[in-house]
């Protein structure tokens, strides 16, 4: 089955991979996109590092049945810093989330939504 992720750095890469992916082949999609080793990279779930690089996804609680298309899961990844020797922390920036509808537009939608049914 297919899995739907959010791998999130400063760039978020969404891919699609089947449950038996293992991480180190997440790793290697990463690889081709941002040009950096398996080695340099550190994939999260919830805070806690998937280390075991023969896991397969499904082994680490990411299933098709919680990674759906409309909500894929957040995958979060710290790269190797080769000026110090070390990862970098984790940080995962918060989506930002769409504004309260103006009051015109609601009172629109409502008053759309009653003349339809005047019309039936």
């Given at each position: 089955?297919?899995?739907?992720?959010?791998?999130?750095?400063?760039?978020?890469?969404?891919?699609?991979a089947?449950?038996?992916?293992?991480?180190?082949e997440?790793?290697?999609?990463?690889?081709?996109?941002?040009?950096r080793?398996p080695?340099?990279q550190?994939l999260?779930?919830?805070?806690e590092?998937?280390?075991d690089?023969?896991?397969?996804?499904?082994?680490?609680?990411?299933?098709?049945?919680?990674?759906?298309?409309?909500?894929?899961?957040?995958?979060?990844?710290?790269?190797?810093?080769?000026?110090?020797g070390?990862?970098?922390?984790?940080?995962?920036?918060?989506?930002?989330?769409?504004?309260d509808?103006?009051?015109?537009?609601?009172s629109?939608?409502?008053?759309?939504?009653?003349?339809?049914?005047t019309?039936?």
């Amino acid at each position: 089955m297919d899995v739907y992720l959010m791998i999130c750095h400063k760039t978020t890469i969404f891919t699609e991979a089947k449950e038996t992916t293992a991480v180190h082949e997440l790793k290697k999609v990463v690889e081709g996109i941002l040009k950096r080793s398996p080695e340099e990279q550190q994939l999260y779930k919830d805070d806690e590092l998937l280390d075991d690089d023969y896991r397969t996804l499904l082994d680490c609680g990411l299933s098709s049945q919680s990674c759906s298309s409309h909500v894929p899961a957040t995958v979060g990844l710290a790269l190797f810093r080769p000026g110090n020797g070390t990862f970098e922390p984790l940080h995962i920036d918060p989506f930002s989330s769409a504004p309260d509808q103006p009051e015109a537009v609601k009172s629109q939608e409502s008053g759309s939504s009653s003349s339809e049914q005047t019309l039936h």
